[in-house]
C-alpha cells in the first residue's frame, strides 16, 4: 500500500466516519425496535431486558470489535502485499525466511486477544449457571407441536397453541396485539423484577424453550429435566419460538410470556385456577393499560373467540 492511500484511509478520517454511520444506523434500529418481538429489517438482538441479555448483548458488541479490527488489519496487510511486493513494484524477492520479532508479535497478540474474550466469556457463562433463589418456578413441557405449562407451588397448568389466523383476528378484536405465528391462546403469565426458574422437559422429541429478549435458551429433552432462569426488568409481551427442528410443524409452536406486574400476577394467578376467560381479562387490561389505552375497565372478551382444539 503506497503511502498516499494509507493516509487517504487512515489519516483522513474515513474509518472514523464509516464507524459513526454504523453506530448510527445500529442505535436508530435498536430505539426503532418494538418489544419482545422481532421487527422487519432488525439489526441486531432483540431489545433485552433480564441482567443475562444485557450480558449477551455487551459480550456480543465487544466481539464485533474485535473481529472488525482483525478484519481490517488482515485487508490492509493484504493490499500491502499486493501494491508493494508485486513483480513491478517489487521485481527482486527478499529472501528472508525468518523474523524473530513478528514471530513472537503473532503468538503473543493472539494470545492477548483470546484472554480479552474469555474474561466476559466465563463471566457470562458462570451468569448463565448461577440460578438465584426462586421467586417463581414454571415447568415448561415441550410437545408436538405446543408447549404444556404447570406452576409446581400454584396447582396451575395449562396447554399453550399458538392461534390461527382466525383466532388472530379475533383477539385483535378484544385487544390484544396478536403477532402472526407468535401469539398463543394461553401465555406464560410472571412478575416483573422475580427471578424465574423454569424447568424445560420434552414429551417426544427434543424441542427448544427460547426467549431472545431474555436471553434464554435450552433444550427439553424427554426424561430428563434442564433448567433456565430470568429476571424480567420491564413489564411487556415477549415471544419465542422452538429452537430445535422436532417434526413438520416446528415453525407453529410459538412462546409467548406476559411480564407484569405483582398485583396483577396474583390477580392473575388467583383467577385461573377459577375461571380461564376471567383470567384472560385480567391479562388484556393489563395489556391495554401498558399500552396507553384508557378504556380499559369497558373491555370485553369476545364470547365468539374460539377455543384452539389440539390433537395429542
Known sequence: MSKRMSRVIFGSGVLVRIFALIGAVVAGTGQSLAQGK???????????????????????NLLLII????????????????????????????KTTHNTTIEVLWTVIPIFILIVIAVPSFRLLYAQ?????????????????????????????????????????????????APRLLAVDNPVVVPVNKVV?????????????????????????????????????????????CSELCGIRHAFMPIAVHVVSNSVYANWLKTVQEDEEKARKVLLQAELKRRGITNVANTEINPDRQQTQVNR
Request: aromatic share 14%; proline share 6%.
Open 38 to 60: 422481532p421487527e422487519n429489517w432488525q439489526l441486531g438482538f432483540q431489545k433485552g431486558v433480564t441482567p443475562i441479555a444485557y450480558q449477551i448483548e455487551s459480550f456480543h
Open 197 to 241: 426458574h423454569v424447568l424445560v422437559t420434552a414429551s417426544d422429541v427434543i424441542h427448544n424453550w427460547t426467549i431472545p429478549a431474555f436471553g434464554s435458551k435450552i433444550d427439553g429433552v424427554p426424561g430428563r429435566v434442564t433448567q433456565t432462569w430470568f429476571k424480567a426488568e420491564k413489564e411487556g409481551v415477549y415471544y419465542g419460538q
Open 67 to 94: 473481529i472488525t479490527l482483525i478484519a481490517l488489519f488482515v485487508l490492509a496487510l493484504l493490499v500491502i502485499v499486493v501494491m508493494r511486493f508485486n513483480e513491478k513494484a517489487n521485481p527482486v524477492p527478499s
Open 129 to 177: 449457571h448461577a440460578y438465584p433463589p426462586a421467586d417463581v418456578t414454571i415447568k415448561a413441557i415441550g410437545n408436538q407441536w405446543y408447549w404444556s405449562y404447570e406452576y409446581p407451588d400454584s396447582d396451575v397448568s395449562f396447554d399453550s397453541v399458538m392461534l390461527e389466523d382466525a383466532e388472530l383476528e379475533a383477539a385483535r378484536k378484544e385487544g390484544f396485539e
